[in-house]
């Protein structure tokens, strides 16, 4: 194991050192700068870091962004004298493994990097099984995800590794972002198709059900309970709890959510005696836990726990290249659903969508599509049928952009409202044909054109 101990003051560096070498750990580099630190970190592989937080000009935060995305093998844990949840949470969220504070109790410094290590060799081991598949390609498990995006590939690989870790993960993103598919495909990862996948909408269960609802009662526990009830850990047992928009879980019942996560059992209401659960948590949310954890109203140890795998679901503005997938997807979906048959899109109806904002992401871009195809009178989506974007309705309906590209979608929508025709598309825009044969040699370099004016 080798291990990279930063911090700016000597005796600390000489002190930690010295410990780890009394339980056999040899191989430990010290380092009083996070100048120096990043250097080192970027030139060697270390298995663990322990670095400081508060440091002079490059602080530990600024050292473990720069590194981390560099070095994703690399656990690190943050060490500081000063506890600050702020801060403690963006750690967790920049990839480190661990938050400690300072005087570190010598026991509790070991467990968390025994811990690290066999986390990394877990991951390692993983991803080098993973990386044996055909072409890299997206393992089976997830093959509902459809992309072509490079930023949402990897994450899959990432989630993947994590399921099969079998540690509780925490999947975040924007409404609409397609959350609970990944939720699904850790479960058929992680556990098994057969065995249960228990959605729950935290947000939807009335405060005063909690406890009945997750842990289940006896029979004449309470006013009403005439019979037994089996909760949803138990509901979940030996499968994987969903437990969409977690940010929503009260206060009162956190601090007893997280007591089953540590010790694996729950008590019905009106029982005395334990039952054990296995379950997989996933728990998802479009909150920002990190304000929430701030102001009191998310345990900050609960977030720790949950948040052993945090996955972030891009929005679809960020996945340009996916939309024509997604969009040919749901269209063959609303076709057979709605029984009509609808071969495509025009150009302009491609195009409307691809300069189309989503806010409501990949749910918005269904509803949209399957309105598109009840409106369509013919076998073609025309842009009429796929009305009018929400944010069009101000005074400013189009996306900031420059001045370049405002003028290269004006050209190309003159064009497909005109059919194609360069005649009628150069006396609309007040300029010769020659001209505008210029304009379309130009933007049929550009990738986004190139589909849509190969149609016209």
């Not at 007591?259 to 729950?266: G, K, N, P, Q």
């Not at 720790?304 to 340009?320: D, K, M, Q, S």
């Not at 929400?390 to 420059?402: D, M, V, W, Y």
Request: proline share 5%.
């Amino acid at each position: 194991m080798k291990i990279l101990v930063v911090d700016d003051e000597q005796i600390v560096l000489t002190s930690v050192r010295r410990l780890l070498r009394r339980r056999g750990m040899t191989d430990v580099e010290i380092c009083d700068n996070g100048k120096d630190a990043v250097d080192k970190i970027l030139s060697t592989d270390f298995d663990i870091v322990l670095l400081d937080v508060l440091m002079p000009e490059v602080d530990g935060l600024q050292v473990l962004d720069s590194t981390k995305p560099h070095k994703p093998h690399a656990e690190f844990i943050m060490v500081t004298a000063v506890e600050d949840v702020a801060t403690s949470v963006r750690a967790i969220r920049l990839g480190a493994y661990d938050y400690l504070v300072k005087p570190v109790d010598p026991e509790r410094l070991y467990m968390t990097i025994e811990r690290a290590y066999e986390r990394k060799g877990l991951r390692a081991g993983q991803a080098g099984s993973l990386g044996t598949q055909k072409g890299g390609a997206v393992p089976e498990e997830f093959s509902e995800i459809i992309t072509r995006n490079p930023r949402m590939i990897e994450l899959i690989r990432y989630t993947h590794i994590m399921a099969r870790s079998g540690l509780p993960i925490l999947v975040c993103g924007e409404s609409g972002t397609g959350k609970e598919l990944f939720a699904r495909s850790i479960h058929r990862t992680a556990r098994d198709d057969k065995k249960p996948f228990v959605p729950v909408n935290v947000a939807a269960i009335p405060e005063s059900l909690f406890e009945s609802q997750f842990l289940g009662h006896a029979a004449g526990a309470f006013t009403g309970a005439t019979g037994e009830h089996m909760g949803y850990f138990e509901q979940a047992d030996d499968g994987t709890l969903y437990m969409d928009e977690i940010g929503e879980l009260p206060a009162a019942q956190q601090v007893k959510f997280l007591r089953v996560l540590e010790d694996r059992t729950i008590t019905r209401l009106g029982e005395n005696q334990p039952r054990e659960v296995d379950v997989q948590i996933v728990a998802s949310t479009n909150a920002d836990l990190e304000t929430a954890c701030r102001e009191g109203r998310f345990r900050l140890d609960l977030y720790y726990r949950i948040n052993t795998g945090l996955i972030h679901v891009p929005p679809l503005r960020e996945r340009a290249e996916d939309l024509p997938l997604l969009a040919e997807h749901f269209l063959a979906m609303a076709s057979q659903r709605f029984e009509k048959a609808i071969r495509g899109y025009s150009a302009g109806a491609m195009e409307a969508l691809s300069v189309r904002e989503f806010p409501g992401n990949i749910r918005e871009l269904i509803g949209v599509i399957n309105n598109g195809v009840l409106m369509c009178d013919g076998d073609i989506i025309q842009p009429e049928h796929l009305g009018q974007p929400i944010q069009e309705a101000g005074l400013f309906s189009r996306r900031p952009c420059t001045l370049k590209e405002a003028a290269e979608e004006h050209v190309a929508y003159i064009l497909t409202h005109n059919g194609g025709s360069l005649q009628k598309t150069a006396q609309i825009l007040g300029i010769s044909v020659r001209q505008v044969q210029r304009r379309l040699a130009d933007m049929r370099e550009s990738p986004r054109w190139a589909k849509i004016l190969a149609q016209v």
